[in-house]
């Protein structure tokens, strides 16, 4: 018999609330079975667990996620979920790079006008506002 797991333990092992988990059951991701109000986890929902937080460490949603859960149940090979899976990882590292330069942008942005206000206050010029 497989090992099974109560909330307590998986909520402990992976670091996170009985409220996430039951989230998480909410959506799909898992789906523990019920001994009177006890949720009992298997081994498959302890491997979803761990990759649902995978991927939402990777910034992907909670919808993303069940869709490729559903990918992979429904699949009879591993191929259109690698498919899948490689495209939705391509869209997140495009996000990821056109919110790095977003952030570049404004750290200069920032950097000029703390050095045009470091200017004004040291040539004892704060009276003029700076120009934006």
């Known amino acids: 018999m497989s090992k099974t797991y109560n909330i307590s333990e998986l909520a402990k ?8 988990l ?3 059951e909410d959506q799909g991701l898992v789906t523990p079975t019920r001994e009177g109000i006890n949720r009992i986890y298997s081994h498959r929902d302890r491997v979803r ?9 990777l ?7 069940r869709e490729l859960f559903q990918l992979y149940d429904l699949a009879n090979d591993e ?10 990882l391509e869209r ?5 790079e ?3 330069e977003d952030v570049e942008v404004m750290l200069n942005e920032i950097n000029f006008f703390s050095t045009q206000c470091q200017r004004l206050l040291n040539d004892g010029d704060a009276t003029k506002t700076p120009r934006l």
């Open 13 to 20: 092992e992976f670091g996170v609330t009985t409220r996430t």
């Open 22 to 24: 039951r989230h998480y």
């Open 49 to 57: 667990l761990k990759l649902a937080l995978r991927g939402k460490r």
């Open 59 to 65: 910034g992907f949603s909670l919808s993303e996620l």
């Open 79 to 88: 191929r259109r979920q690698l498919e899948e899976f490689a495209v939705k």
């Open 92 to 96: 997140r590292r495009a996000q990821l």
């Open 98 to 100: 056109q919110q790095r």
